[in-house]
């Protein structure tokens, strides 16, 4: 079935991105507490790139459970999800080697729009292939609240970070992260019942 | 069964090539315009090259819909495909550090021409399987005047890169890119008939 | 179904994981046997870490054996655990650079305890979903030992480590190896009955 | 199903070990014919490699096929095949860049002869747990000779790299490449027969 296929490459790829961001963690040249202060910023945008990608795999797999055939427009929505989740490591790096500074946070917040962007144009490519309503569709169109939120505070990180301060950017991207990690009960007993 | 593994093992490299793309991308120094200008041409052929492997793998992907079986010939035409489409992320890097620089414009052109060529060899190689017709064969085979205009618009690259400009080789490519990205209606019609 | 995928993104990670430390072995620069002789500390460590990780992978293989359905807590339990694991190759690469350093050393051991008790977290968010026992989770349920014994023998290293000699701690690591090589005959015997 | 899985890991592992060698070929600084030159080496040897990791994987899905379970011998027997592949890339960079330095490809030989030795292990391994002949164990066992064969010609290339020439070895390898493409006759029809 061609659904499989499809998964298991997007799998392949959120594995790579997820597994690649540790890269970025530079081996440091001592063993001092110097040498491991310095890795701390870095160590603590890998964290929250690991908890977005995963969020997104978790929400990519419930959508893909909805799914009832793969068309070509699927398939490139797909694509440009994993396109622009396949930048996250670089803006990672970007963010954490320049310590927070503004350009690079507002560069991270803005890629986080992207995603956020092209997750809702597959959301969508796959609702119109739906005859009907089943509990897991109710539920997943029941997170668009969600959704919403995320990108209104993701726009929201963007000027807090070039004007007041990239540490509130910082502060609205755990705050989207944490939404996310509360699992959707609607979401849980859907697949249960499924 | 067999081809469940060669799809697998594809996929897994498919999917290590279009990610491990982003890794041409280096961090900037900085964090001003000036840092971000430089990366606009890698990220660019970052792109480019994306869609084009998404693109070999989507029909790579009707492409084995259509085997019956997996012979060995089949497993080294395979091989041959992996091995040309492991060689984008090089020919990538190298055309967007030198800021598409004559030839390594029409290296990345006559690297798109191999790895058309070693498509088709998987294609016939798929096709000598057969025994009879499907929609889906007979909608891949209807495919074949793209790949010849393909390879005839690559083939024109390399001189237009290396004695005219650069510039209308980059043309070239994307138009060819764009030709795929249009969904055959007929190879749509057969999967979902399927 | 939902295991699978899962598990085939477990697998993609675990596969990454262990397949990316034996890029911390750096290609030396001469060919003289002086050259080799630096690599060796690092290839230990890769020969450690991949054992370790190769453990991991065959104890998660066995655990989602027994999983009966997917829920939230489990996808974050799991993502909690490859993320720790994806740190092992940092720390080896630490480690393997460092010679040995004592604080390398400990890092690596704490990073060690960090594993094992994600593992633990995943583990126990897996058996509360069993309903009833089978020879699987009975025969998993009697490694807690071997769980306790290793986590015991992480927490000495650390200190030994740090005071005493980083030797005796990786003679630590080498046991605690060993003690997971050796197979359990039970789940063994559990699995071939199934 | 238990052998799904180790499959899956295990083209998780091929596919990134082949895939990462060409991370080897460095993007040269300029892009005259000099640039070029340079490259030559370590392009042959990625090709030498990636024919090599190719014909592993497809023996490894030949052998996974014939094997009726999945004991704990067999994870680590395949393990440790998969460790030795993982030392491939690492050998081929340092081959290449070393413009076929002596020990250099002496090293190379001698990293194919443990995989090959780590492979009839894993060999053996499976074959233990059949319990009955079929067509493809059958033919499977008759690669026997050029097993042999194989190591035979790789323990030559060990001397005739350090004391006579590291082209003759190189010659050896090529060989050993070619007895393997052909496709065993044997296996072919066993497989469709199936």
């Known amino acids: 079935m061609n659904k499989t ?6 799998d392949g790829v959120f594995a790579i ?15 001092g507490w110097e040498a491991v202060k310095v890795l701390l910023p870095t160590l603590y945008c890998y964290v929250l790139s690991f908890v977005f990608v995963a969020i997104y795999w978790i929400n990519h797999h419930h959508l893909m459970h ?19 989740l396949s930048l996250v490591p670089f803006a990672t790096g970007w963010m954490g080697e320049n310590c927070f500074e503004r350009v690079a946070v507002a560069t991270y917040g803005a890629l986080l729009i992207t995603c956020g962007l092209a997750y ?4 969508s490519t796959i609702q119109r292939t739906h005859t ?13 609240p969600k959704q919403y939120t995320s990108v209104v505070l993701y726009s ?4 807090m970070a070039l004007y007041v301060s990239p ?9 989207v ?8 009960k609607e979401i849980e007993r859907a697949l249960r019942e499924k």
């Not at 009832?68 to 797909?78: E, L, P, Q, R, Y």
């Open 5 to 10: 296929r499809l998964e298991a490459f997007s």
């Open 17 to 31: 991105i997820i597994t690649i961001m540790v890269l970025e963690l530079k081996i440091p040249k001592g063993t």
């Open 66 to 84: 909805t799914a009832k055939s793969v068309t070509a427009g699927m398939m490139w929505a797909n694509m440009g999800l994993l396109f622009c």
């Open 120 to 123: 809702t144009i597959l959301s």
């Open 132 to 144: 009907e309503d089943t509990p897991l569709t109710d539920a997943i169109r029941k997170t668009k």
């Open 156 to 159: 929201l990180s963007i000027p």
């Open 167 to 175: 540490l509130i950017a910082e502060l609205l991207f755990v705050a």
């Open 177 to 184: 992260a944490v939404l996310w990690i509360i699992p959707s």
